[in-house]
């Protein structure tokens, strides 16, 4: 049982993974796909909700640019944390 809980949770971490990446690759598209829903939710609103709807939209682009993944440079290198970035997991070494 220990064993397929392992294996459901290593393959759980690499969907997560694979999600992050393809997040940070279409990361633009997101935050475009993001903007029009909160327009059409606004308009549909007649605007009565405006505030809350740009309050929601950010705080979804927000949280996709902390789930993306930051793509590599040339070297293969990540690329310096920004100010105010959380450091990042790294796995532990196998050994």
Avoid: C, W
Avoid at 20 to 43: F, P, Q, V, Y
Avoid at 75 to 83: I, Q, S
């Amino acid at each position: 049982m220990g064993n397929l809980m392992e294996n459901l949770k290593g393959k759980a971490e690499d969907l997560k993974g694979k999600a992050s990446e393809l997040a940070g690759k279409h990361n633009e598209k997101i935050d475009t796909t993001i903007e029009k829903a909160g327009a059409t939710i606004d308009k549909a609103t007649k605007h009565k909700y405006s505030e809350k709807i740009e309050h929601g939209t950010t705080k979804a682009k927000s949280a996709v640019d902390g789930f993306a993944a930051k793509p590599h440079d040339e070297t293969g290198d990540a690329p310096e944390a920004a100010p105010g970035d959380a450091p990042r997991e790294q796995p532990p070494a196998e050994g």
